[in-house]
């Protein structure tokens, strides 16, 4: 079974910088598509980012341009660089793989705090 750990997350000030890391443990895994999801104290959970099995990326149209999500040289591993970063960026932030129609696979790991100070 396939276990995703996030990591990376802080309090940083606005205009500030953090990069999130997404490791995958497990037998068999192979890279599907992934996403980067968060949840905000009393909203819901969104999509922030996402890849494709081919590395197709898509964003949220309130992080483009800020966040970047990549694929490290380990294909286990997938990291979320934000730049930038507003008040609005504080949240819980998961990353989940999915299938490249958009199905998620698996379940929501522990996730990792972002907090974004003005």
């Known amino acids: 079974q396939v276990q995703l750990m996030e990591s990376g997350g802080g309090l940083v000030q606005a205009g500030g910088s953090l990069r999130l890391s997404c490791a995958a443990s497990?037998?068999?895994?192979?890279?599907?598509?992934m996403g980067w999801y968060r949840q905000a104290p009393g909203k819901q959970r969104e999509s922030v980012a996402t890849?494709?099995?081919?590395?197709?990326?898509n964003y949220a149209d309130s992080v483009k341009g800020r966040f970047t999500i990549s694929r490290g040289s380990a294909t286990n591993v997938v990291f979320l660089e934000m730049n930038n970063l507003k008040p609005e960026d504080t949240a819980v932030y998961y990353c989940r793989r999915r299938t490249d129609s958009g199905l998620l696979i698996g379940s929501w790991g522990q996730g990792t705090q972002v907090t974004v100070s003005s």
């Open positions: 890849m494709t099995s081919a590395g197709s990326t």
């Open positions: 497990g037998s068999m895994f192979t890279f599907n598509g």
